[in-house]
């Protein structure tokens, strides 16, 4: 989907909402056209937010059991997987506590507004913490599904992947194949949908943008300004350190040596386009080819800290939007579906934000927040995903430096062409593919 086209839609939906909203104010004799037409837009935005609801279950539930289900039996991973999966683990784990934290900080500082859609407040009594994690085991997936209840879904997949692992190789070849013939049917749908999407954005900024004024836009540069500055707090605090302390590298030259990839994947927001540089650039850092072969493509799998920042932040910032009162411990809950979200990203653009709706979901936030993120997501896109390559790195550099001495691990073999045309690895057996965007 051309972000541009996302961005024109945004753009036309926030000026006739905000014409409406100061026509109104200054007395304008055409501000009840406006206001009409602004509120006709709307089933635009609803029909967009059905359609994005339509598939979400499905592609959550085929993207999180592939994933899990790649890595196979994790005892096969050895030393160098471990200490791979817990690199990018307790790094997303962190990047979306901070995400959290520094919106719940900013929006402290932000100016009171109205919700932008009132019909949609939520009424729904989220349950304790006990309750919560007790409903994490749905008694019966299919009655989950059709009550759209994401998160148990989200454990369930969990669960029958990791299973799914331990089979023999045959038989989870066959369920790989499936999972990965629905994924693909449904990302194909995901791309036609988002071809709708700047008609729907148009529908869902225009009336909000007319019961709100000036207040929705400034809540969404506050959002970007905050997400790229903790993205940048994130780096410097985290990557950084743990290169210097468990990879034995010295900050400043991994800053040089990660340039180019840090670039590549700024401008593609492409983790695919991404990886022939990582792996070109990673020996540079002392990384040995049997780490680099194993983690890099593990890592353009699985890590997404930056996303996982990002998505934190979002939650944050519509449930202030939304005025929705989160009890404690849906705030655990949402944790749990960042932190799973961000590991198995979807391979559709804008891909953050499409695997949300678990966490939105959590803590009682309507999806159509999905359309107010998505107008606005190209800035965030380009600089989670450079936080995002900039984590592939640091695992290699952070794994060779701590495993990567004494474990022995074969390599890969170069596998199929990207989207660009470049080749990618083909990751050892019970690794992932390096396929995602975002």
Known sequence: MNNTLMLIGLALGLLLGLGASAGGDAGWAIAPTLEALAQASAPLGALFIRALQMIVIPLVMAIVFGGVARLGDARSLGRLGGSALAFIFGTTLIAVTLGMGAMALAVGFLPPVANPDPGTAQA???????????????????????EGRLLPLLVFSVLFGAAAGTLPEAQRQR??????????????????????????????????AARLGLDLLESQLALVVVVVAALFLY???????????LGRTAPGRFVRETLPSFTMGFTTTSSVATLPILLRDAPALGVSPRVRDLVIPLAASMNRAGSGLFQGASVVFLAWLYQVDVPGGAWGGAVIA?????????????????????????????????????????????????????????????????????????????????????????????????????
Not at 235 to 245: G, I, K, R
Not at 356 to 379: C, E, F, K
């Open 124 to 146: 729904v009594e989220l349950p304790g913490l006990l309750d919560f994690f007790i409903n994490l085991i749905p008694a019966n997936p299919f009655a989950a599904a059709s």
């Open 175 to 208: 369920l790989l194949e499936l999972a990965g013939a629905v994924e693909g049917a449904f990302i194909r749908l995901v791309h036609w949908i988002l071809w709708t999407a700047p008609v729907g954005i148009f529908g869902l900024a225009a009336p909000a």
């Open 235 to 245: 780096t410097v605090a985290v990557y950084l350190p743990l290169v210097a302390t």
């Open 338 to 438: 960042c932190f799973f979200a961000a590991a198995t990203v979807a391979p559709v653009p804008s891909a953050s934000i499409m695997t949300l709706a678990p966490a939105l979901d959590a803590v009682g936030v309507p999806l159509a927040g999905l359309g107010i993120l998505l107008g606005v997501d190209r800035i965030p896109d380009m600089f989670r995903s450079a936080v995002n390559m900039t984590g592939h790195m640091a695992a290699a550099v952070v794994v060779e430096g701590v495993a990567g001495e004494d474990a022995g691990v074969t390599g890969v073999e170069v596998g199929s062409l990207g989207d660009d045309g470049s080749p990618t690895p083909k990751p050892p057996p019970g690794t992932v593919s390096a396929s995602a965007r975002d």
